[in-house]
């Protein structure tokens, strides 16, 4: 008898099982960098921080009495705020009859852990949005820090809005060290098409990102303006239906296009921007369910992010399109 491709169809496998699990791409995650983590916060859902202000002087006339003042105080109040829980099970018919079982279950602690950081990692980056009212630009001793991006209502970045971000930090006091710019990916790209890179003879400054391109990994090969710039796909999305440009003239839409929330400040760690806390971090309970005859695995955890310093922050919301 011949043995044909029909002869050995019952034979021959039709398709092929791999024993390893694709899994998506994960981006990396720079949000907790950051944020200061407060300590002597043992117990409780809110540490509160006293803040003093500056002293003033007067004009003195010989021979009158000085004039005196209080200093000016205030405070700063953070809470514990985020409860969050992930959770799976397997039955037990499922762990006896899968295939992979072992490493679908193997699996399930890692990516618990990871959606639970991702949670904070936006919560983080959203943090100095969350702190302004819709079309509040924040101006801080005469200077923008919170603005629509490019001028006449593109809401499309410009180097300019660089160059202001810095002179709006100059304005606030904050000093030019470790100055980060965290930009969504339509803001690369916008940067990549940029005439005034493109062109290295009219702007030889820019050879080295024309040369190696904009990004490598997660940081720009060259920063700009002094910001050393990363992309981040978790920035705070922005739906204010007027918000101004940095000249407070033309104002940009977002409310049918969500703009991105750009942040730029010094990441000097006295002057961190935001503060955070664990009450707990990520922690993970199993147990057997007797009733329902499955094994659940759970990881829970509570923290807090807020915005800390405002004048450490300029928000520059731009059109995610290309």
């Not at 829980?85 to 699996?107: N, R």
């Not at 593109?154 to 000093?175: C, H, M, Q, R, S």
């Not at 990102?209 to 710039?229: E, L, P, Q, R, S």
């Not at 918000?243 to 839409?253: K, M, N, Q, T």
């Amino acid at each position: 008898m011949s043995m044909t491709t029909s002869n050995v169809s019952l034979l021959t496998r039709q398709e092929i099982w791999s024993s390893e699990l694709k899994e998506t791409l994960k981006e990396d995650l720079m949000g907790t960098s950051y944020v200061r983590m407060l300590e002597g916060f043992p117990d409780g859902n809110t540490f509160t921080i006293p803040s003093v202000g500056d002293a003033r002087t007067d004009d003195y006339t010989e021979d009158t009495a000085v004039e005196y003042r209080p200093l000016d105080t205030g405070e700063f109040q953070f809470s514990i705020t985020e409860y969050l829980s992930s959770g799976h099970y397997i039955t037990k018919k499922a762990e006896q009859d899968m295939f992979y079982m072992s490493e679908l279950v193997s699996s399930f602690v890692p990516k618990q852990r990871r959606a639970i950081m991702e949670h904070w990692e936006a919560t983080s980056l959203a943090a100095p949005e969350a702190s302004y009212t819709t079309g509040q630009q924040g101006s801080i001793n005469g200077a923008l820090h919170r603005y629509a991006a490019g001028g006449g209502s593109t809401g499309i970045i410009e180097l300019e809005d660089f160059a202001y971000a810095l002179y709006a930090l100059k304005k606030a006091n904050v000093p030019q060290q470790n100055l980060v710019a965290i930009v969504d990916p339509s803001v690369e790209y916008k940067l990549n098409t940029l005439s005034t890179l493109v062109s290295m003879s009219d702007n030889p400054r820019w050879e080295g990102i024309v040369a190696d391109g904009i990004a490598t990994g997660m940081k720009f090969v060259k920063n700009v303006y002094g910001f050393d710039v990363y992309c981040s796909n978790f920035l705070a999305d922005v739906s204010d239906a007027s918000l101004a440009d940095r000249a407070g003239g033309s104002a940009v839409d977002f409310s049918s296009t969500n703009g991105k929330a750009n942040l730029f400040f010094s990441a000097a760690s006295d002057i961190l921007p935001l503060v955070g806390a664990w009450r707990q971090e990520p922690d993970v309970d199993m147990e057997f369910n007797k009733d329902f005859q499955r094994t659940e695995i759970v990881t829970t955890a509570r923290y807090g992010v807020k915005h800390y310093r405002p004048e450490n922050t300029v928000t520059v919301v731009s059109t995610p399109s290309v």
